[in-house]
């Protein structure tokens, strides 16, 4: 199955090139997970453990990369909460006037 991005309107898609990337939904974390549901704009929209939003949501001071590893958010930082202030990506706020 192809990872999408649970934001409406996003239209990545996780391809071979790489770069971009897909973070979880903080299932664990009630308060952040209430930030990323509403950052999706979808009405009634309920995250499971498959469900993620794509980098282009994200500032990149937000995430890092462990040596070798995956993508990870720094979840627990104040900057990690900003993205909702982000979760358009230009082009696609751009395409709605
Ligand atoms: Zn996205």
Do not use: E
């Amino acid at each position: 199955m192809v990872q999408t991005c649970s934001v409406a309107f996003c239209k990545s898609r996780k391809t071979s090139s790489g770069d971009l990337h897909f973070f979880s939904f903080p299932l664990k974390n009630p308060d952040l997970l209430q930030h990323w549901v509403s950052a999706t704009k979808k009405d009634l929209f309920v995250p499971n453990r498959w469900s993620k939003i794509c980098s282009n949501h994200f500032l990149p001071r937000d995430y890092r990369q462990p040596p070798g590893g995956t993508y990870i958010l720094k979840l627990n930082s104040d900057a990690s909460l900003q993205f909702v202030y982000h979760h358009h990506p230009n082009h696609l706020l751009n395409s709605k006037k």
